[in-house]
């Protein structure tokens, strides 16, 4: 995917998301990003003779692990192995490493037990249960109420469930909204927090490529890594595991992905395409290439700036050439059409039965109006936050935190809720390294980006800078800034209130300041936007569930799904791409290029080559229908056994966004045989080799 | 190209051509075939600080090899040896070919002088000498005359210089329009019949990836096949050849290619393109198509059927895809609205000045309604021939020739001049075999769709029909016919038309019969079509000198023309296609589709495959301006070497035809060094590869 974090992120650097979640309609073959109290048993009997049985479901669900960084993952050993991407792994492994030892250039195997190392701040969950919640999210609506009234009920309610649940479990529990609000779900997680690396290739073969080859195919990419999860000091013995299928899948053969996609589109409405075409899109993609530029700047300062930048240029990067190819979905005239053609087709069957015309044939309308309001207002929305800096949002958390747990657990802005405090602390208390000088860059730079949009007189821009320019006040707030040290936010979140009151800290001061500026535009955009959105997305699910009922699956939430397809090529450049790789490919691009960057080869990929069985299969592609947080996630054969590791999407699936094909959307994975073949042969790591394919205890 | 024949075939499918030439305004980098007289120097300086001399471009132009048959070639040794495509090589191929001995399936390699083959009926020509007759063409046209009798002059004219310089010269001599017939000039030829087969691959490795592949890259073909040419039962002496660089060239570099392009439409006018567009090439597609099921089902009979049938459904796939590509292009809006917007900007310069305006002014209404004739008969002109068999094209061109050599020259029907003579016998004579039933049943075909199309009532379906079915009519035609004897032929040919008329063969009595009626629609097309869009071409052609000079370059007319441009990648399918692929890339292909047709690989390159240095580069790309005809052209670097031989284009390329972009527009060739490698590790043909590198006499 390179795309683990796309969203989640996106949703950090931007501070709001105001997208609706609508379900899909017209399944085209193979598409569905299914949940797991409602798997497409029909579908898969009728296309591929396959009925998974509980068991097997169950087998696949408690296998499958959620990072909370945004990816997905798998336990692969009765020992505790979580098998997931290099590049979900990346900030942990750019986290724990130094100046002096560059664990994302140079990879990592531990070799013993004992050289295994703790990451800092990474968060797995495993979904343990599933509970239909809808009813009594429903029975709070009183006849009467007003849309914010509603949905400030409802909020009350989801928070009340949650901490319920928590307390009665002590499991993580998060209300999940599906099918636009069509239904409401309890999802409750086992939450682990001691984990540790125990293996990573080099950056250059996990990436290879590039960003010229990220979300192509054929591709030639080792993104693995490999951490071992601990309780108590001990790695887990995890009863429910994949097992590790070396022979991985034939072409043709059926396949599964289990794994947390993060956010589709794939039924909003033309009103909101539209808006997505004409503002949100262009908006965002000049950001992201601004920021883009000024990290590149950063990086060519000296090799310890480019490390330290180089995670985000990956990012911003991939953003980029995601984003671009989504907006070129849009862009197209046909995909356009399709969708207005689905739209019509709706609106035809809503309009055909008099009670539904007046409950729902308004909604459209609804819609198109909130669309506008927030065209009208997203220059205000984008650029009043704090952006670039995730140090200075970490200070706006701090502030927040400490007044936000006094207040009921209903009344608190979301991300501060009883079942979220303890992951938020985690994060807030992080011990990984900040790179201050980077911050600083851009933050300023994001100031003065703010300042050109809003103008001087923007009371935001006008509360941080003062007189000062943009450069100058960025450079007040980090050098005199103490926060990098945990132990001084650990002070501020226990000292509460008052302590941060009293802080001196300029990051403290400046998110104190600017606070109720933000907080006053995040209530606004909750009333006018947020509130009145979701009554009519929740309208437009119920349209859609009278109609089409749960033979759709709902838009991703970044919650456990299943989708799954066929291992199988398809038309590419005029002629077919088939449906894997093998190390010869990697040898040819790198040969084609004359081993120059992004196509050069790690050291040993040279020395050890003739090592190789070049034939061995390296990637593969399948029709299982993912998307951004499906990172790392598990590729899964009939037996319910592991055959790859989703990494990405090919170019043509940047569009499954809003529209899925399985002529040539296509998922990337590793293929199992590869994984096994380069650790024994390149990396001297046939012990956890042997672990994996179960030779070893 | 895969296309070698495609335009040349086009014309004996189809008939009759109806494009005129234009020259193409507004040059991209890197485009133009040029003309040997003018090329490129200051773009080449400018762009490339390369000024090729006069000797370089004499040393170019004589070791350059046209192939009668739609290719291009070049001399490569001093003993006679030229490098050519398999696929230019491919019928010559299949006639040497019987159903106990397939050369086109198993290669073919003579170790000795004795073993290298005789070809049945090649013809090569070089090109000896350029000569500018413009004034002379144009001195017969007086004041007064019409278009026709300008047309009619003219043609006589033409006829006369061709026939005294053959006279004079014993050279071949053609007088070739350039510039829309701005500019006549006579090319003289060497012609060499005498040809003989000393290396040829299987055509698995030559044609690699079949039709999926074709006219695309990254691509990994040995599309080489090597001839030597004989004069009087000995080797000639080339003096003039291309030394062989085995480095080959490196990303970056200037090359060149020398070779005979076949057409380019590159600035016809939007009338014309949109006739293109809306008529011909749906049509065209529709009858290729149409003909390639036919062919199938004939090679579905049984394994010699297969065999027989296997180098035109190669030529009908490869047209199919061509002119698909081609047609695509024309649907894209994008390429529409920048040839309009260059026609405009024609216009205006046209309009900008009174005697521009009054002279060339009136010429785009001109050609628009010569389009509208010729679209409202389309139907009539494309389906009144004879299609499908080139047996019965044959005997009519037997009928045609006792009647044409008795006419004066310039009276005689086009292919039936003087100088054209002699490569006309050849042709009729020619000992290759025939595939009765094969040609059969292409005829009944072409002959029930003509059926379907015009009707039973029309005058040429009745004729040939009478009362019988297609089916019935092609059967008593090739069951009754002698011709399949090439002394049956001589005999007839040296008879006369006295011994023709008497001539009991049904294939001659049909000839005989419907060449009335094909004469009257040609004269119909060259007083109503022809003619007019001739002098108005020449007119659109005048304008363009006037304004342009001869800063542009031609459209191609499968005369020598040179090309140049930088081997280089391109941006393709989100990411970048290297410049170059390697043998490792064959290996990763043929793997990655598990050695399935048709990407299976020959014996000895399994058998043999730990011989190879596989990071040998196979295939490379450069964006030099080609198109159908350059197949088999060298590519050749500033010291005059040969460094690679073109062989296809991108699929990019295919909008070649119309528009030219050094984005993404790309000739695909074969690398020097891989041919090397391939001859000496697989074929045991060390010898040939020291002739090649000079190594021994």
């Not at 059409?337 to 007046?358: G, H, I, L």
């Amino acid at each position: 995917m390179k795309t683990k974090t796309r969203w989640i992120k996106y949703i950090l650097t931007f501070g709001v998301v105001l997208f609706v979640f609508h379900s899909t309609i017209f399944s085209a073959p193979d598409e569905g990003m299914w949940t797991f109290d409602n798997p497409p048993l029909k579908l898969l009997n009728d296309r591929y003779n396959f009925i998974p049985t509980q068991e097997w479901l169950d087998h696949v669900r408690l296998s499958s692990v959620r990072f909370n960084n945004g990816g997905s993952g798998s336990f692969v050993s009765p020992t505790g192995l979580v098998l997931t991407n290099h590049h979900v792994a990346l900030d942990q492994l750019q986290k724990v490493s130094t100046s002096q030892k560059d664990y994302v250039q140079d990879g990592f195997y531990a070799a013993t037990p004992a050289e295994e190392m703790k990451c800092p701040d990474l968060e797995l969950n495993v979904l343990m249960s599933l509970e239909n919640v809808t009813d009594r999210v429903f029975s709070v609506i009183k006849k009467g109420m007003s849309d914010q009234e509603i949905y400030a009920a409802r909020k009350a309610e989801i928070a009340k469930i949650e901490k319920e649940s928590l307390e009665k479990t002590t499991l993580r529990s998060d209300v999940v909204p599906l099918y636009d609000g069509g239904e409401y779900w309890l999802y409750r997680y086992k939450k682990y927090t001691e984990v540790r690396l125990v293996f990573a290739p080099e950056v250059q073969i996990a990436f290879y490529g590039g960003d010229p080859d990220n979300f192509t195919f054929p591709r030639y990419d080792l993104d693995m890594a490999i951490f071992r999860v601990y309780e108590d000091g001990k790695p887990v013995v995890s009863t429910q595991y994949l097992k590790w299928n070396s022979k991985g899948a034939a072409d043709g053969d059926l396949v599964f992905v289990s794994g947390n996609p993060g956010y589709t589109a794939r039924l909003n409405t033309m009103a909101e395409i539209e808006k997505d075409r004409d503002y949100t899109y262009p908006l965002i993609l000049k950001i992201l290439k601004r920021r883009l530029e000024v990290l590149k700047r950063y990086a060519a300062l000296g090799p310890e700036q480019a490390r330290q930048a180089s995670n985000m240029i990956f990012y911003y990067e991939n953003s980029v050439k995601a984003l671009t190819g989504e907006y070129n979905g849009l862009l197209d005239k046909n995909l356009i059409a399709k969708k207005q053609k689905e739209e019509t087709d709706f609106q035809t069957r809503v309009n055909s039965k008099p009670e539904w015309k007046s409950e729902f044939g308004g909604v459209w309308n609804t819609i198109a109006e909130i669309q506008k309001k927030h065209s009208e207002n997203m220059t205000k929305i984008r650029y009043r936050a704090i952006r670039g800096s995730q140090f200075a949002q970490l200070a706006l958390d701090i502030v927040r935190y400490v007044t936000e747990i006094q207040k009921p657990d209903g009344k608190r802005l979301e991300g501060f809720h009883d079942s979220q405090l303890e992951s938020l602390r985690y994060d807030l208390l992080s011990p990984a390294p900040i790179y201050l000088q980077l911050e600083e860059t851009m933050f300023a730079d994001a100031l003065r980006e703010s300042l050109e949009q809003l103008g001087p007189d923007d009371p935001f821009v006008k509360t941080i800078l003062g007189t000062r320019t943009p450069e100058e006040a960025a450079k007040d707030l980090f050098t005199g800034t103490k926060l990098a040290d945990p132990k001084v936010r650990k002070a501020l979140i226990e000292g509460g209130e008052k302590v941060v009151d009293e802080s001196t800290d300029p990051l403290i001061a400046m998110a104190q300041k600017v606070d109720p500026i933000l907080r006053e535009l995040r209530k606004w955009i909750e009333d006018h936007l947020d509130s009145q959105m979701k009554i009519a997305g929740e309208k437009l699910g119920k349209a859609r569930f009278a109609i089409y009922g749960k033979s759709v699956n709902p838009d991703a939430t970044f919650t456990l799904r299943l989708s799954y397809g066929a291992v199988k090529g398809y038309p590419m450049n005029g002629t077919i791409a088939p449906s894997k790789t093998t190390f010869y490919g990697l040898y040819d691009r790198a040969s084609s290029f004359d081993m120059k960057q992004p196509f050069n080869l790690p050291a040993r990929y040279l020395e050890r080559k003739e090592k190789l069985d070049l034939s061995t299969p390296l990637n593969f592609v399948c029709s299982c229908d993912i998307i951004g947080g499906n990172s790392g996630s598990p590729v899964i054969n009939r037996d319910g056994e592991l055959v790859g590791l989703i990494f990405d999407g090919n170019i043509e699936s940047l569009v499954g966004n809003f529209i899925y094909s399985d002529e040539t959307n296509r998922a990337v994975a590793v293929h199992s045989a590869a994984m096994i073949e380069a650790l024994r042969k390149l990396y001297d790591a046939g012990k956890l080799a042997d672990e994996l394919e179960g030779k070893s205890k």
